[in-house]
């Protein structure tokens, strides 16, 4: 867990980071910063992810399965859980570290078949490396916490603990040199459309 906590902690400006920041720029406490953050980490598309991937192979149940059950989603147009970044275009760095704790992990509880599923979804996510879809921290994080008997709806708690300090600095360093982020949208939509009062709607 300190080894998760270290590679969760800080991360750059990620998305809830950034919303962390976000905040931290309207002269909002601390606390409000860091509720921001949480808010943000708990979209499965940031987050939410260990626990999607930990979903992903409970359906699997076999290793045997994975060929077939990633064939499947992807033909449908799903998401493989625990692949592919924003940043990284090649193997999160952070995954390589926690690899080997997933498998000696799954082999001290008995349970090694979990790393097995994970290691064989990734076999068959191997062609998709080539356009940037690999492996990332979700990847084993999620099994790590299954192994530890953390309750799936817990995951992203244990994230946030990890993530924390990183905000923290993040906000500290916002209210250092402060000015208040607002980002601006381009509309697309219609122009000049004709106002229709409530009542005739």
């Known amino acids: 867990m300190d080894k998760d906590f270290i590679l969760h902690a800080e991360h750059g400006i990620n998305a809830s980071s950034f919303g962390a920041r976000v905040t931290a720029s309207t002269q ?7 509720t921001t953050g949480v808010g943000v980490l708990k979209g499965p598309s940031h987050g939410g992810a260990a ?7 409970l359906e699997i149940g076999d290793e045997s399965n994975a060929a ?29 570290h926690l690899m080997d704790d997933a498998r000696d992990l799954g082999v001290r509880k008995g349970q090694p078949g979990w790393y097995s599923i994970l ?12 356009r ?5 921290v979700d990847f084993f994080s999620g099994a ?16 946030a603990m990890g993530r924390i300090p990183g905000w923290t600095v993040q906000v500290m360093e916002q209210f250092d040199n402060n000015i208040l982020l607002r980002p601006r949208l381009l509309y697309v939509g219609e122009m ?3 106002y229709v009062p409530i009542d005739q709607r």
């Not at 909002?28 to 860091?34: N, T």
């Not at 940037?132 to 990332?136: A, D, L, S």
């Not at 916490?145 to 992203?156: C, T, V």
């Open 132 to 136: 940037g879809i690999c492996q990332n």
């Open 119 to 130: 290691e064989a979804v990734a076999k068959v996510m191997e062609p998709y490396s080539r």
């Open 68 to 96: 077939a059950y990633v064939a499947d989603l992807r033909s449908k147009g799903g998401r493989v859980m625990g692949f592919g970044h924003r940043v990284y275009k090649a193997v999160d760095p952070r995954s390589i």
């Open 144 to 159: 790590i916490y299954y192994l530890l008997d953390i309750p799936e709806d817990l995951f992203i708690s244990i994230f």
């Open 51 to 57: 626990e999607e991937v930990m979903k992903m192979a």
């Open 28 to 34: 909002a406490d601390l606390h409000c910063a860091v």
């Open 192 to 194: 000049d459309v004709e």
